[in-house]
């Protein structure tokens, strides 16, 4: 139990008579890098929503660093750092006024502050860019800043939804060499999605799969290989999930993210 | 604490860095004061009210709180997904406090834009009474927080961006025309004066009439007592809605 940080127990979500998550049981070992995958709409985004107490279950429950996430919410977030799939910086501030902001909210002491921003941003090479405004940044660099914004405040657990969605090779790589020195050296728990397979079958200690709201199979990428007698991740994860494509109703998001980028915020 | 600070800093620096924004919501304010006050001066002088220009202006100044207050409220739903807020929604910070740092970062933004819209009336021709004059900013406080907590409570509630232009052309606009923000309430008829009276705009734009030109309908005691109760109602149910904010 000591050994786990995440440990998800009959997690359910309903939404009216769509069941987004069905009876999820997993649990995640401390330290590891953890890949969370799966198809559109297998309901990948809505347990991370859960775990990180945006979202309530319909039931089930839900430890993480040993706190409940909808008793004890204010412990759950002083756990976890997050990246999330869409961008969440203030683009009318600069760098370090958005480091600067988190670490209010996190209450870390002034002196600590600052310190601590200087040596994350640099982690992600963005110290000399640091009174540059965030809308002036390209998407790779949004991201750099978010991961370093996201382990501000020292989380035992640092979630990432799709961080390297729409970035290209060479970022991509980048960011994870960051993500992977920081599981090494720190030991914070990476637990992440990804529609990029070959990078969870590189960097992944352990993979779950998801598809319709359950969790199709949860291991190590030796073993899942081998259940499935394939050689590759995207082969085994194919002949889990099956080769349709999944049909997305347009959602409220998804107007809101149209949206978005006609505006070209 | 610290929290709220820094909320109500964030709203103040996104303001001001955007002037394109400042300088656009001037825009309607101005048209108001130039094409009514001028183009409707002549026939209520005629009527025998005096200056439509002096009644006008402390009209057009709620206008300017009005929207602008209501709009940083709203902003919260593009907020919600991809702004800073959801940033704010996972740290470990009562919601109460992000409510109340946003709302009053919302509501010092339509106060300053206000104060803006006076000073631009002044200009052109508008002589207010300025005994009362710290008055005046505080019913435009008021006004302002009143209607960015509506805003945020309306936020909460939507879940996307397709509510939006109903709100406005039945919320929004409505709150304004029906205000006596444009027009005397005396000798309105029946139906139009109840409607005024249960416009909660319409004391604020009394109040800071009263306090700028003289001229209170209801009173500067009645007007006050009434945005007061009504912002703490709007404050408690919009802490409440937002509190309940999943996403």
Same mark, same amino acid.
């Given at each position: ?51 990180? *107490? ?39 501030? *600069? @760098?370090?006024?958005?480091? !600067? ?42 991201? +750099? ?5 996201? /382990? ?9 939804? %799709? ?54 199979? %949860? ?12 050689? @590759?991740? %995207? !082969? ?8 349709? #494509?999944?049909? !997305? ?8 993210? +149209? ?7 | ?98 409510m109340l740092g946003k709302t009053l970062g919302g509501a010092t933004i339509a106060t300053f ?15 207010? !009474? ?40 039945? /919320? ?52 006050? #007592? ?22």
């Amino acid at each position: 139990m000591n050994d786990t940080i995440v440990q998800v127990t009959g997690l359910t979500k309903k939404f009216k008579d769509f069941t987004a998550v069905d009876n999820i049981t997993f649990s995640v070992p401390k330290g590891e890098i953890f890949a969370f995958l799966g198809p559109n709409g297998a309901g990948k985004t809505t347990t991370i929503k859960m775990l990180t *107490t945006l979202l309530l279950p319909t039931s089930g429950t839900i430890l993480v660093n040993g706190h409940n996430a909808v008793t004890d919410q204010h412990d759950v977030r002083k756990s976890f750092g997050i990246v999330f799939q869409d961008p969440s910086l203030e683009d009318e501030l *600069t @760098t370090y006024e958005n480091m !600067e902001f988190h670490g209010v909210l996190y209450s870390i002491p002034k002196e600590e502050r600052k310190i601590r921003i200087k040596s994350l941003l640099t982690f992600v090479e963005l110290w000399d860019r640091k009174d540059s405004l965030v809308k002036t940044f390209s998407g790779g660099m949004k991201r +750099r800043l978010e991961i370093a914004r996201g /382990l501000l405040h020292h989380p035992k657990i640092f979630f990432l939804d %799709e961080p390297t969605q729409g970035l290209d090779p060479q970022t991509r790589n980048h960011i994870w060499s960051y993500l992977k020195n920081l599981s090494s050296k720190e030991g914070i728990t990476i637990f992440f999605t990804t529609h990029y397979l070959e990078e969870a079958q590189e960097y992944a200690d352990r993979i779950a799969i998801m598809d319709h709201g359950h969790i199709v199979t %949860e291991g190590t990428l030796k073993t899942l290989l081998k259940q499935t007698k394939k050689a @590759t991740l %995207e !082969e085994a994860f194919l002949s889990l999930t099956g080769n349709d #494509i999944r049909e !997305e109703s347009a959602s409220g998001i998804d107007a809101l993210r +149209r949206h978005r980028q006609m505006r070209g915020r | 604490m610290n929290a709220i600070y820094i909320l109500w800093l964030r709203e103040l620096k996104r303001y001001f860095r955007s002037r394109s924004r400042m300088i656009g919501s001037l825009g309607q304010p101005l048209l108001f004061l130039l094409a009514l006050g001028f183009g409707l001066g002549p026939i209520f002088q005629k009527a025998g009210q005096g200056s439509y220009f002096q009644f006008l202006g402390p009209g057009v100044i709620c206008m300017s709180i009005l929207f602008t207050a209501i709009f940083s409220g709203i902003q919260v739903i593009w907020d919600k997904q991809f702004g800073f807020l959801k940033e704010t929604l996972v740290a470990p910070i009562p919601r109460l406090h992000i409510m109340l740092g946003k709302t009053l970062g919302g509501a010092t933004i339509a106060t300053f834009q206000g104060i803006v819209v006076f000073f631009l009336a002044v200009l052109f021709g508008f002589r207010p !009474e300025l005994t009362l004059l710290p008055l005046t900013v505080l019913y435009m406080l008021l006004v302002a927080v009143f209607f960015t907590g509506l805003g945020i409570t309306i936020a909460s509630l939507l879940e996307d961006i397709n509510g939006f232009q109903i709100i406005m052309n039945f /919320l929004v606009q409505p709150l304004f025309f029906l205000s006596g923000a444009l027009f005397p309430l005396n000798n309105l008829p029946k139906a139009i004066s109840i409607v005024t009276s249960f416009d909660p705009l319409t004391y604020g734009v009394d109040g800071i009439r009263g306090t700028l030109i003289g001229v209170s309908h209801f009173g500067l005691m009645l007007d006050f #007592i009434t945005l007061v109760v009504l912002t703490l109602c709007v404050l408690t149910i919009g802490a409440y809605f937002f509190s309940k904010i999943q996403i």
